[in-house]
């Protein structure tokens, strides 16, 4: 399984950024998926994670009401749509892969995607 992890960037504190992960994960309907992230000098932490039906998701109290994990099955693709971002959201993050439909300990990792936020 390949997990394909884009959209970090720059942003300003209040701002907006979407995350994407592409999988090669057949059939992508059968994982359950995730978003964690790592900020210099921390260890990683869990931000979110969807069921493979996105019937289910978990978000994390630090990012709850600001961040939505979400899936298109039919792309092979799970997002994270990041809002009213903080400084302390800046972070590596990396997307994750379990085989089961309910989300657990990942089994596969992506590359991770960078996300600097600004004053």
């Known amino acids: 399984v390949q997990l394909q992890a884009s959209g970090g960037g720059f942003v300003q504190a209040g701002g907006s950024l979407r995350l994407s992960c592409s999988a090669s994960?057949?059939?992508?309907?059968?994982?359950?998926m995730g978003w964690f992230r790592q900020a210099p000098g921390q260890e990683r932490e869990f931000v979110a994670a969807i069921s493979w039906s996105g019937g289910s998701t978990h978000v994390a109290d630090s990012v709850k009401g600001r961040f939505t994990i979400s899936r298109l099955n039919a792309k092979n693709t799970v997002y994270l749509q990041m809002n009213s971002l903080k400084l302390e959201d800046t972070a590596v993050y990396y997307c994750?892969?379990?085989?089961?439909?309910?989300?657990?300990?990942?089994?596969?990792w992506g590359q991770g995607t960078k996300v600097t936020v600004s004053s």
């Open positions: 994960a057949p059939p992508f309907s059968r994982y359950a």
């Open positions: 994750a892969a379990r085989r089961d439909p309910a989300w657990g300990p990942p089994d596969y």
